[in-house]
Structures are given as C-alpha cells and as structure tokens.
C-alpha cells in the first residue's frame, strides 16, 4: 500500500514538475513575442549575404538562452521588415522593408499571423547558428540573458510575399 | 450599375497604367577614362575627350559581369533594364540599314541634322556605374558608386556607394559582384522613393520655348494686353499639378520652364509625357487669338521643346 502512495506522489511531483517547467517556457515565450512587439531586441549587419539574403546578428533577450535562441529567428524577420540596421565598414546597412512606418497597425491581422508560433515567418529564415552560440554572444544581464544569433533571411522571397500580400509596393507598382 | 461601373473603369487614372520609365546603366565618364577607353576628337581647335563606350564593351570584361549583374538584379525586382551594349549595336546597324535603304525610285531615308544628333543611347534614367580595385599590398577591396540621374532634370534620384571589406583571396570578380549585392537594395530605395514622389506630385519635366528667327513676332507680343510670355506662365499655372514649376529663364525670344510637374494621367485618364502635355500647350498657341504656327519636339518622356513660328 506504502508502496503504491509513494510510486503515486512520485508520479504526481513529475507530472507537476513537467507543467510548471512547460507553463514557465509558455510565459517565456510569451513574454518575448511582447518583447519583439515592443522592439526590444537589437540587429546590426554581420556580413554580405548570398544573392538575395541579408546576414545579420540579432540579439535578443529571455530569463531562458533556449527562448532568446529561439526568438533571433523572429527578430530577425520583423527587424529586416520594420527596423533595418546600420551598416558597418565595408558593408552596407538596409533600411526596413517597409517606408509607411504605421504598417504593423494598419495590417495588424496580417502580421499577428505571420509572426505566430509556426507562422510563415520561419519560411524567411535560411540558415541560423542556433545550434552552436559563441561564448561572447552569451551574456548575462541583469536576470536575462542577452543572446546573439547570426541568422540569413531571404529577403527577395520575404519582398515578394509580402508584395503579393499587398503590404509592401513594388518596385515596377502603377507602371 | 454594370455601365457606370464600365465607365468608370474608364475614366479613373487608377485603373490606367503611367508611362514607365526605361532605365539603362552606363559606364561613368571616370571608369572610362580611368581605364583608357575614351577617344579624343578636334572640335573646332579644342582637343576634347569623349567615352568611347563601344571598345569599353568589347574589351573589358568585368564591366560585362557588372552589369549583366545590376540588370539580373533589376529584373528580378520587376523592372528589367535596357541593356546599353545592344543599344549601341541597334544604333549601329539603324545606321548601316538607313545608308543602304533607296526605294524602288531611287529615294533615301530622310534623316535631318538634328535626327542624327539624337541618335544616341539613352534612356529616361541612367544609372551611372563607377568601380575601382583598391590594393593595398597583397589586400583588394571595391571603391563603388552606383547614381540613379533623370536624364531630363539632372537629378540625382537614387545612389548607392561603398567601400568593402578588404580581402586577401577573393577573386577581383566576387569582390565586385559582392559590391553590387551589397548596395543594389540601398540604390532600388532611392529609386522606389522617386516613384513614389512620381505618383504624388506628377512627373518633373523640362518645357522650353523658343522662336525661329524667321518669325516676326516674339514673347513680349501681346494679346489682349498681356504678353504672350505671360500668357503662356498663365497656362502652365493652370496644367501643372498644384500649379507647380519655375520659369528659370525668361527673354522675349525663349523661356526655360523646369521643376514642371505634369500629371500622369490627362482628362480621359490615358497615361501622358512631356509630349502629350506640351502637345495641349502647341494647340493652345495654335489656336486663336494666337494662331502661332509652332513646332513640337520631344526627349524621351520629360523634355519638350516648342518653336514658335514655323513649322
């Protein structure tokens, strides 16, 4: 009988250990799509990209290094759409995507799918180093840490998609 | 409903398409002299130098890839450029097929002075490309300038320039076409903001007026009791969008009229160019009380040139 109480509260401590670990990773996550909303991240230039694809670093940050990790992807996508980043000696910076700076408000529906989880935004997303973190882009701050992730996004496919979409005008628009 | 919905669709300019500008990339002056390919001629005593783009095609090759490169890219955003190495090929051989033409009775192709001298390769905006390898010892970089210039106002509309990174093993060929990728996004911004500015505030065109010297009258004539420069100041305040140019130069035998903004489209919403504006101006000096006799000549989609008293 002992036996089996004690075998029920083990059980019982692991179930709840695995909800409050997972309800934390939900809130983490939660809290860096706000962070993403409210800008809170930052990109700069790391390299020339291939044909097509701009190379950044983005830093983003989270009380969990696999949430901030995780979020470079979306940063990086909303960045090169909203944000741009300057450049650096011998490579050039890139505006945002976007010139009507009200975009994120006057097409909210739009981006709220887009930047889901599991949303279209991962198709942008061509190669990242989230498997292998330098040790200087690992930074503690404050409780957080600061994590800085290179990743490539296909900018000509992310343009025309959202050319398609009707949120960015293309170049050849009215001709 | 379905009539005035076709009638519409008629008359709105949105369902219309504007005039597209064509776009063309030329070798600046610098790159050609830079690198030898200008040619020297005598005008009049004055020994002056001129690119000579044909050898400059023929002999340089990263100038091809360059701009192979610039037009894939252009392409690829929609709007595919006119390719200058063919242009000056097509005018070439426009000019061997024009020598050769007689008729069954013996007659040539009409080709007046002022025909010849607008046989050349243009284009309504050029984008001007300069490159240069820097070394310093066995290191190799790019000095690059990529300018976006309305062929009709001079305007720099769009540029792009850079130095990059310096290489010790890069191929000359990557560090250029890392250039071009590097900045070309850069350039297509200023482009797309001259568009923009395009649809909102109308085409920048360039509206001149002279006077043959065979003509009596000239612009200090007047009509009515005003001048008939003053009269014609009158109707571009009232044909330009928002009433918008400057008359830059002003005698009583030519007027110089730049910064015109023309709309895009005219009444009927059929898109319109400098032709198809100064064409309403050549009708307004035809008719009555004027009855002005004149001639019409355009460049490309933004200058205009009337002369008055004859044809």
């Known amino acids: ?175 | 409903m379905l009539v005035s919905l076709m009638i519409m669709s008629y008359a709105t300019p949105g369902f219309s398409q504007a005039k597209k500008p064509t776009i063309m990339v030329v070798p600046s002056d610098v790159w050609c002299n830079q690198n030898g390919y200008m040619k020297a001629f005598n005008n009049q005593g004055t020994i002056e130098k001129v690119p000579d783009y044909k050898r400059a095609f023929q002999e340089n090759s990263d100038l091809l890839a360059m701009i192979s490169k610039i037009n894939g890219l252009m392409a690829d955003r929609g709007f595919p450029l006119k390719n200058m190495e063919s242009v000056v090929k097509t005018l070439e051989s426009e000019s061997a097929e024009n020598a050769m033409l007689s008729s069954k009775n013996g007659g040539g192709i009409t080709e007046s002075p002022i025909d010849k001298l607008k046989k050349t390769a243009k284009a309504d905006i050029i984008m001007q490309l300069t490159f240069e390898v820097l070394k310093v010892g066995p290191k190799k970089s790019v000095r690059f300038t990529l300018q976006g210039i309305d062929a009709y106002t001079d305007k720099e509309i769009a540029t792009a320039q850079g130095t990059g990174n310096q290489s010790f093993s890069a191929d000359v060929a990557v560090l250029l076409e890392e250039a071009i990728i590097d900045k070309i996004d850069n350039f297509n911004i200023g482009l797309q903001r001259h568009f923009d500015d395009l649809f909102a505030n109308g085409r920048e065109i360039i509206v001149r007026v002279k006077k043959f010297d065979t003509w009596a009258g000239d612009l200090e004539k007047e009509y009515n009791g005003e001048e008939l420069g003053t009269l014609i100041e009158n109707w571009m305040k009232a044909n330009t969008v928002k009433g918008r140019f400057s008359t830059s130069e002003s005698t009583e035998n030519m007027l110089l009229f730049e910064q015109v903004r023309i709309p895009l489209y005219d009444s009927s919403g059929n898109a319109i160019d400098a032709r198809g504006f100064a064409r309403n101006l050549q009708k307004f000096l035809s008719a009555a009380p004027f009855s002005i006799v004149n001639k019409l000549m355009t460049k490309g989609l933004g200058q205009a040139v009337i002369v008055l008293g004859d044809k």
């Open chain 1, 1 to 175: 009988m002992k036996k089996t109480i004690l075998s029920s509260l083990l059980l019982f401590l692991f179930i709840a250990g695995l909800s409050i670990k997972s309800n934390a990773q939900a809130h983490a996550k939660k809290k860096a799509d706000e962070q993403t909303e409210a800008w809170r991240y930052e990109i700069e230039v790391a390299g020339t990209g291939v044909q097509g694809s701009y190379l950044v670093k983005v830093w983003s940050y989270s009380k969990r290094p696999a949430v901030a990790i995780e979020q470079a992807k979306k940063n990086a996508v909303h960045g090169v759409i909203f944000k741009g980043f300057p450049g650096k000696t011998g490579v050039a910076g890139k505006p945002p995507l976007t010139t009507n700076v009200n975009v994120e408000e006057e097409k909210k529906e739009f981006f709220t799918d887009f930047f889901a989880d599991g949303g279209k935004y991962m198709k942008f997303v061509s190669l990242t180093t989230d498997g292998s973190i330098a040790a200087e882009d690992r930074m503690k701050v404050g409780k957080e840490y600061k994590i800085g992730v290179l990743v490539s996004v296909n900018v000509a496919l992310l343009r025309k998609d959202l050319e398609e979409a009707g949120i960015l005008k293309s170049l050849n628009a009215g001709f």
